[in-house]
Structure formats: structure tokens, C-alpha cells
């Protein structure tokens, strides 16, 4: 049986520091790989720096045009909801105006009932009464008819632009895409 013998670790790198630059060429061609593995990363580097700068001007770029569709949407509702409350406040004052002339019309021919002489005057009057009543009822709904037609479409307006401009961006984005 052989005996072995074991190497210390300072003899084991002096042993290996002398073999590796017989092997390479030695300590000028050693410098040589550092250099060109440094170059090498240096560039690798330089290339995904430049790729992460361009995807991040386009993601700006993207969040820009978010933020201004996010803002343009955001007043059409603004524009919509505007006229919404316009209309809505030309309704309550029909509704208002016909409640007042309602209750001074029943104020009036109240006192001419109790005035009245006879019962066919007292249905007379208030024959007279209902009809103006219907009348009006049907006068007031066609004006809140035609306010509540016209501020629809009003309203619609804004909303239905941006729909369609936002389409037409993401259309565009598609096409430029493909």
C-alpha cells in the first residue's frame, strides 16, 4: 500500500498559480481576458441601460397619455352631469310655477264656492277648476317632455365624443401595434 501524502492549501495554490499561466499564455494574456470580459460586460451594460431607458419613456409616455384620457374623461362626466343639473332645474321650476298656480287657482275658486249661490254654480266652478288643472298638467308635461329630451341628448354629447375618441386612440394604438 501507498501511502498518500497531502498537499497543504498554500502549496495547492502554488502549485496551481504556476500551472495557470503555462496553460494561458501567461500574466499578458490573463489581462487580456479580464479586460475584454470587462469590455464585454461593460457593454452588455451599456445595452440593457439603454433598452430600460426606452422602455421607461414609453411607459411615461403611456402614463402621460393615460393621465390626459383619465382627465378628459373625467370632464366629460364633469360636462355631462352639468347639464344633467340644468335640466333638472328647469323641471323643478315648471314644477314649482305649476304647484303655485295650482294652489292659487284652488285658493280662488274655493272662495268663489263659498261665494256661490246656487250648487249648479259650485259645479260650475269646479268643473271649471278641474279642467284648467287637466290642461295645465298636460301643458307642464310636454314642456318637462321636451326639457327632458333636449338634456338627454345634451348630455350624451360629451360622453359619446370621448367614447369615440377613445376608440379611435385605441385603434391607432392597435394598429401601430400590429
Not at 318637462?144 to 369615440?164: C, D, F, G, L, T
Request: charged residues 25%; aromatic residues 2%.
Amino acid at each position: 500500500m501507498v501511502a498518500r501524502t497531502r498537499k497543504s492549501p498554500a502549496k495547492k495554490a502554488r502549485a496551481s498559480a504556476t500551472i495557470i499561466p503555462a496553460n494561458f499564455g501567461g500574466k499578458v494574456a490573463i489581462e487580456k481576458m479580464q479586460k475584454a470580459a470587462s469590455e464585454q460586460v461593460e457593454s452588455t451594460l451599456a445595452g440593457a441601460t439603454k433598452q430600460i431607458e426606452q422602455a421607461s419613456a414609453q411607459m411615461r409616455k403611456a402614463t402621460d397619455e393615460f393621465t390626459c384620457v383619465g382627465r378628459e374623461n373625467i370632464n366629460a362626466a364633469i360636462a355631462s352631469s352639468n347639464t344633467m343639473a340644468k335640466g333638472y332645474e328647469e323641471i323643478a321650476k315648471i314644477w314649482m310655477e305649476s304647484t303655485q298656480s295650482l294652489i292659487e287657482s284652488v285658493l280662488s275658486t274655493s272662495k268663489a264656492v263659498l261665494a256661490a249661490k246656487t250648487m249648479r254654480d259650485v259645479v260650475e266652478l269646479q268643473s271649471d277648476l278641474l279642467k284648467g288643472v287637466f290642461d295645465s298638467a298636460v301643458a307642464d308635461s310636454t314642456k318637462i317632455s321636451e326639457i327632458s329630451a333636449r338634456m338627454s341628448s345634451k348630455a350624451v354629447e360629451p360622453i359619446s365624443r370621448r367614447m369615440n375618441a377613445t376608440v379611435e386612440k385605441l385603434s391607432s394604438h392597435m394598429k401601430k401595434a400590429s
